[in-house]
């Protein structure tokens, strides 16, 4: 069968363009790994219905002549109020992986988040996307059952730049995933952090394997000692409750992300958009609040900032843009995103981060 042909990424104008792109590049196994989610994929699918709920409340007459999308994430400038999510195994998606992932939301000027499961090695990143741009790299972690071992993971990221430390909570044992399973092997992927064949094997019972014979599930007591491992910043991933946010706070987080995994872990839990305000609430502005989850339009982040998120995380469009022109792929989601963003403010009345507000939404949407 003929490889498609080459895409003209300047005809893309939407992040959903690339899903149907990637689709006809992938193999099947990898496309149910990237797209699949846990049980009937309910959560998978509200986490872009619940965005879509939400209805605006735009001001008019504002000047909106000099739109500025720029922010800050734990005290540094970022172009926009947007990362790449960590995500595993970029390199399902191109040969490069996250070598030209991190680039790219290098030279946009964004956080990149590695993910304990990459491609590629913290060290082969950094060296990769240090040079490109001003976007700040963060290093996602799963506490493997050696301690030693994670540690030296941290350790290893804080030596090559990385500036801060996201620890993923949600996965104490994996979610039951359909599409995974009904693959007889377990994809064939390179792992960069687990050196000399001691990474897991990856699909079906490949997954189980990484989270139940290597995953250490984790309690709160557990993170100061995390914390203790660098002078990184400590940002908790998988937040869906102000119970859980407010004990985060009190266990030394910089920041949270409200997260449901992608509705790759427990099924039937909220969207991200509609846990966000109770998050938000409990922890009153004693800690920047993130959103990762159904995020693929520029309103998608202009809901999330008017109810109170600083900044959103964009997974599954990053690696479907990945696949269909790596490096500059990935570049062209992000700058639609940003076309997007910017319009969506000035149309919203709401020229610079700062001035979108819950006011900006109907009453119905703020909850």
């Known amino acids: 069968m003929p490889s498609p042909p080459p895409v003209d990424l300047a005809r893309i104008g939407a992040l959903a363009q690339f899903e149907e792109l990637a689709r006809e590049r992938l193999d099947p196994q990898a496309v149910d790994y990237v797209a699949g989610g846990g049980w009937d994929e309910v959560t998978l699918t509200d986490n872009v ?3 879509r709920r ?15 999308p720029s922010t800050e994430l734990l005290g540094r400038p970022v172009a926009m109020p947007v990362g790449i999510a960590p995500m595993a195994l970029h390199g399902l998606c191109h040969r490069d992986g996250e070598l030209a992932s991190a680039r790219a939301g290098a030279a946009a000027g964004i956080p990149f988040c590695l993910s304990t499961v990459s491609s590629r090695s913290i060290e082969e990143v950094a060296a990769a996307s240090a040079p490109v741009g001003l976007g700040p790299r963060w290093f996602q972690l799963y506490v493997h059952r050696d301690r030693g071992f994670s540690r030296s993971l941290v350790e290893r990221a804080a030596a090559a730049g990385y500036q801060a430390l996201v620890l993923t909570v949600d996965l104490p044992i994996l979610g039951y995933r359909d599409r995974d399973r009904q693959w007889p092997t377990p994809l064939n992927a390179e792992l960069g952090n687990f050196p000399g064949g001691d990474g897991p094997t990856v699909g079906g019972s490949g997954l189980d394997d990484l ?5 250490a599930p984790l309690t709160w007591a557990d993170l100061d000692e995390i914390r203790g491992w660098s002078g990184l910043p ?3 991933k998988g937040i869906l409750t102000g119970d859980d946010a407010r004990l985060a706070v009190e266990a030394g987080a910089a920041a949270l992300v409200v997260s449901n995994h992608g509705g790759r872990q427990l099924d039937r839990v909220p969207g991200a958009i509609d846990a966000l305000p109770e998050v938000v609430a409990a922890v009153g502005g004693d800690v920047e609040v993130y959103l990762d989850g159904g995020v693929r339009r520029g309103l998608d982040i202009l809901t999330a900032l008017a109810l109170g998120a600083r900044a959103v995380f964009v997974g599954r469009p990053i690696l479907w843009s990945l696949a269909v022109g790596g490096e ?3 570049a062209r989601a992000l700058a639609i995103l940003r076309e997007e963003l910017e319009r969506g403010m000035a149309l919203l009345g709401t020229p610079r981060v700062a001035d979108i507000g819950p006011e900006h939404l109907a009453p119905g949407s703020r909850s």
């Open 49 to 51: 219905a619940a965005f």
């Open 54 to 68: 939400r209805r605006f409340r735009p001001r008019v007459l504002v000047d909106t002549s000099a739109v500025d």
């Open 211 to 215: 989270i139940d014979a290597r995953h």
């Open 234 to 236: 400590l940002v908790v």
């Open 328 to 330: 500059a792929g990935v």
